[in-house]
């Protein structure tokens, strides 16, 4: 019974040592290693504190149209209008405003991505009929954009688009999957321009039209 005690005593006595000190010890050097895991989770969000919205369907809190561009062309007159005209870009000063939270006066477009999912993103964009009263002009604005820049250097730029005034969507930005994470901007060229069709009743007066930009949380396969 003694011998039988004295062995459990043994044994615990093994355990508790081993629990203590669970490095192992080298006999050669003295030194003794161990292993530990330093952790933390990454989770969507950051960037901009004031996003000017998601893509338009309220899903992708994190992935916002930041900022999109008024635009202001120079003044058309009559006789060119009625044979048809260009008109160029001048800035983005424009006198009757949305009031959409990413429009701005300062020619900048700005894209973020802080999803985390890599899952890529396109931005497309439509204008519709310079109005004044009752008068409606046509034609296509060519949007150009300069000073492309993406933390992800392998974003795809921005494409030339040109949106004709009827209302359809053109593809002005694709981020394929893997791209477009982080803040991408770029800013509205001199080269844009306005092109308006020949209409021999045009009248005079102010023509505004309306630029709809729609950011979706996928990209285009094509």
Same mark, same amino acid.
């Given at each position: 019974?003694?011998k039988?005690?004295?062995?459990?005593?043994?044994?615990?006595?093994?355990? *508790?040592?081993?629990?203590?000190?669970?490095?192992?010890?080298?006999?050669?050097?003295?030194?003794?290693?161990? $292993?530990?895991?330093?952790?933390?989770?990454?989770?969507?969000?950051?960037?901009?504190?004031?996003?000017?919205?998601?893509?338009?369907?309220?899903?992708?809190?994190?992935?916002?149209?930041?900022? *999109?561009?008024?635009?202001?062309?120079?003044?058309?007159?009559?006789?060119?209008?009625?044979?048809?005209?260009?008109?160029?870009y001048?800035?983005?000063?424009? $006198?009757?405003?949305?009031?959409?939270?990413?429009e701005?006066?300062?020619?900048?477009?700005?894209?973020?991505?802080?999803?985390?999912?890599?899952?890529?993103?396109?931005?497309?964009?439509?204008?519709?009929?310079?109005?004044?009263?009752?008068?409606?002009?046509?034609?296509?604005?060519?949007?150009?954009?300069?000073?492309?820049?993406?933390?992800?250097?392998?974003?795809?730029?921005?494409?030339?688009?040109?949106? $004709?005034?009827?209302g359809?969507?053109?593809?002005?930005?694709?981020?394929?999957?893997?791209?477009?994470?982080?803040?991408?901007?770029?800013?509205v060229?001199?080269?844009?321009?306005?092109?308006?069709?020949?209409?021999?009743?045009?009248?005079?007066?102010?023509?505004? *039209?309306?630029?709809?930009?729609?950011?979706?949380? $996928?990209?285009?396969?094509?």
């Amino acid at each position: 019974m003694k011998k039988t005690m004295f062995a459990g005593a043994v044994a615990l006595a093994l355990a *508790a040592t081993a629990a203590i000190a669970p490095l192992t010890v080298s006999a050669a050097d003295g030194s003794a290693t161990g $292993t530990t895991t330093a952790e933390f989770s990454v989770v969507a969000g950051g960037g901009s504190t004031t996003p000017g919205g998601d893509n338009g369907t309220g899903t992708n809190a994190d992935l916002w149209l930041v900022k *999109a561009p008024d635009m202001h062309f120079s003044d058309g007159k009559v006789a060119d209008i009625i044979s048809g005209t260009d008109l160029t870009y001048v800035d983005g000063t424009v $006198t009757n405003k949305t009031n959409d939270p990413a429009e701005n006066a300062d020619g900048a477009l700005q894209v973020t991505d802080n999803r985390g999912t890599g899952a890529g993103w396109k931005l497309s964009a439509n204008i519709n009929q310079p109005t004044n009263g009752t008068t409606q002009l046509t034609g296509a604005l060519d949007l150009v954009l300069k000073d492309v820049t993406s933390p992800n250097t392998a974003t795809n730029a921005p494409v030339a688009a040109s949106l $004709t005034t009827d209302g359809n969507d053109v593809l002005v930005w694709n981020a394929a999957v893997g791209q477009g994470q982080g803040n991408n901007t770029a800013s509205v060229d001199a080269a844009t321009k306005f092109h308006i069709d020949a209409n021999p009743s045009v009248t005079n007066g102010l023509y505004d *039209a309306t630029v709809t930009w729609t950011l979706a949380g $996928t990209p285009d396969a094509n």
